[in-house]
Each structure stands twice: as C-alpha cells, then as structure tokens.
C-alpha cells in the first residue's frame, strides 16, 4: 500500500512538516528536533503532493 512503502527519496520538496510550512531547512529543524513523536511531511513530488508521516529521532544537539 502507498502508506507502507512511502519513503522520503532524493528530489523531493519538503513544503510542510507538522502543519507548518518550510521554507529553509531551518523551519525544517525547528520542527523536526524535538525527535519522538510522528510527523506529518507535505512533499512535492514529481507535480503531485503526498503526505508521509516520519518519526525523527532525538538528538542530543550535537551535529554529526
């Protein structure tokens, strides 16, 4: 089914996560770095928007 097989791929176009709209990876990060919960992404793909639900994972505010 889409649901089980739908996966964030190179290309795609974050519009909204969580409600909110992105605009820069920042707005991204902001609502992203708390970890845990799912979230809800909008993304932009091949001229149709999707919705794809990802659970970040926490982080300790150290970049890799």
Request: hydrophobic share 45%; net charge positive.
């Amino acid at each position: 089914t889409p649901e089980v097989t739908a996966r964030l791929r190179r290309g795609d176009i974050i519009v909204e996560a969580g409600g909110q709209a992105v605009r820069t990876p920042a707005d991204f990060a902001r609502v992203t770095s708390a970890g845990g919960a799912p979230i809800a992404l909008t993304v932009r793909r091949d001229h149709a928007t999707r919705i794809i639900t990802i659970a970040p994972a926490a982080t300790s505010g150290v970049a890799p």
